[in-house]
């Protein structure tokens, strides 16, 4: 090693022994910066470190597990969102499970939907399209559910990919195209 290597030792190692004074979780320093909390809650009966979420990518779709690790339960979900240009989400839904292990769509829109109003699945060959009640709204999101029964496990052996629409409390339309192909890949891929 050259002196002048040498002479840079202290001083990188000086720079990281200052790095890494601030632990993560401290509040702002006063330059204004902070770290970033995870963006994954952490239920508040369990300590950090206690909790794991894994993300897998898929065909539309990304398959979320949540475990606690000191129970090992896993809880699994598989997600579609469906943004605007500007980023925003106009429409996502969920396959998940009840307790009991019932499959149900959970169906999110923008905040700006009518909170009366239904969401409308129209699927290729169907004469009539699916509405969903909203369950209810909040300034960030609108739910629905959707227990999945014969005619959405068809359309999901179909691939099918349906319009989504709802009323938005402007008086306007938001129509959007999902699909469900890949769905089934990302399920198997939960045992």
Known sequence: MSKGMLSSVPVFMACLLLSSSHAAGQEATPSGYRIKPSEVVVPPDLKLGDYQ???????NWTLICDENLKVRQRVCNVTQIIENQAGQVAFSWSLAATKGGSPYMILRTAPVA???????????????PVQIKLDGCSTVVCVGMLPVGPMMREQISKNAAPTISYPTTDGNTISVTATLKGLSTAVKAIN
């Open 53 to 59: 979420r894994t993300i897998r990518p898929f065909e």
């Open 114 to 128: 009518r909170s009366d109003g239904l969401v409308s699945l129209r699927f290729d060959g169907l004469k009539d």
